[in-house]
């Protein structure tokens, strides 16, 4: 008998689980749209397979599996990517028990891992299933296949028709509601709700290739974040293309709020090889401060039609209705402007200061991560005199008046060179076991 699986059950459970755990594993590496969500699926299912297996082989060597702790701690392993599986394998190879038929030398575990065998009628609808799956994922999630079957389904008169009343959208949230013009398809995909933000990316009908139209609407919620730095990153990109140019930040009104707004203009290029011609475009930025987090509103089309479509976005603007203001949670307060000015000179300057006191450390002054919560520290704890000195009175008093509490950092630290850690993605990297 095989000393890993001997029973239909058992062995078509762990074989089919494998193959979904290695399959789930792929997916969370692929950046296809649909992925994730396939992954989703597909982990938990493999685990109850292998784990469905384990409790199978052991009830058939006359054991008890419910009453066995190192049936519950392979079950716990068993979630682990890799080397979960493998330790239900080597539980089952060594917990032979009493089965009726035994070998006079029991296989070595790569051999019995070897004759794992599954039904192939079994294994086929598995692939199968899993192909539709992630076929079915692909076409509901990619904008490409949207875009067909958008052109496909509209009649050409729907293409060329002037802004209407739309139909009415509310983002996830209910951060903001809109109107969308007729026949221009949304996506609600081109985002990251893990890290706070929410919108639409709306795309106008009967455009191809690299005459594309985009309006997108999106708020963004994290609490360290800033229309300042938005901004800043626009004007001050780390990997700007050749020939870009942009125009300078004026003042805006949007749904009664003030707003600045910023236009680049930049070349599209086609893929190496196309032939596509290149496509002259300007991307128009209009950022709302809002209460907590900020809206930005984006116009993107190429140069010869956007007058166009700029009907379009105005009636978008038109029909955009913020939510209530979010209010600020939290009890930590923001650091003061003058010092957000000295951290900016402090991580734009090419020189590195040393502390000598009291372990000699280098400020990584050329940037890195700064989490989003400063530090607060007791008069016994202050070393500052033996590395700088003796300090005016009133210059420590004033030192120690503002760092006897935590402030709050957000990402007004104007430098390309720095970003903020906010508190929940470090929280998250300690769940996943270290700090990236």
């Not at 008998?1 to 239909?8: E, F, G, N």
């Given at each position: ?8 059950v058992g062995s078509n459970a762990i ?167 007729a026949g221009w398809e949304k996506d ?249």
């Open positions: 008998m095989s000393t890993i699986a001997s029973t239909a074989v089919i689980g494998l193959m979904g755990h290695a399959a789930a594993l792929l997916m969370a590496m692929l950046p296809g749209a649909g992925a994730e969500c396939l992954f989703t699926m597909l982990y938990p299912l493999s685990w109850m397979l292998i784990v469905l297996g384990l409790y199978k082989e052991l009830h058939h060597r006359s054991l008890r599996p419910l009453g066995a702790w190192r049936f519950y701690a392979a079950c716990g392993a068993a979630t682990i990517p890799v080397l979960g599986p493998l330790s239900v394998l080597i539980t089952l190879h060594r917990m032979q028990g009493s089965s009726t038929v035994k070998q006079d030398r029991s296989p070595g575990f790569f051999s019995s891992l070897a004759g794992l065998r599954a039904n192939s009628l079994l294994i086929v609808l598995f692939l199968a299933l899993l192909f539709l799956l992630f076929a079915m994922l692909s076409i509901r999630n990619d904008p490409y296949f949207k875009r067909r079957a958008m052109e496909t389904i509209l009649p050409e008169a729907a293409h060329a028709a002037g802004p209407a009343e739309g139909t009415a959208f509310v983002s996830e949230g209910k951060y903001f509601s809109i109107h969308i013009p609600e995909n081109v985002l990251s709700v893990a890290h706070k933000e929410y919108g639409v990316r709306l795309r106008a009908p009967g455009l191809k290739e690299l005459g594309y139209v985009l309006i997108d609407i999106v708020y963004y919620g994290e609490q360290h974040r800033t229309p300042e730095r938005f901004i800043f990153d626009k004007l001050n990109p780390a990997w700007g293309a050749p020939g870009e140019e942009r125009g300078p930040v004026k003042d805006a009104t949007v749904a009664g709020m003030q707003a600045k707004t910023v236009g680049i203009r930049s070349t599209r290029h086609p893929i190496a090889g196309i032939g596509d011609a290149p496509v002259e475009a300007l991307e128009q930025y209009i950022v709302v401060p809002a209460a907590r987090g900020f809206f930005v509103l984006l116009f993107n089309a190429p140069v010869h039609i956007m007058q166009d479509y700029r009907r379009n976005f105005e009636a978008v603007l038109q029909s955009f209705k913020p939510a209530a203001a979010q209010a600020a949670s939290g009890t930590v307060e923001e650091v003061t402007a003058e010092e957000y000015r000295v951290y900016t000179d402090f991580f734009n300057t090419a020189e590195v200061p040393v502390i000598e006191a009291p372990v000699p450390v280098s400020f990584p002054s050329r940037g890195g991560l700064v989490y989003e919560r400063t530090s607060s520290i007791r008069k016994n704890d202050l070393e500052l005199e033996k590395a700088f000195g003796k300090l005016p009175p009133s210059l420590l008093a004033d030192y120690i008046r503002r760092n006897e509490k935590q402030s709050s950092l957000k990402d007004r630290i104007l430098s390309q060179k720095v970003h903020i850690l906010s508190e929940a993605a470090m929280e998250d990297m300690k769940k996943k076991g270290g700090l990236g």
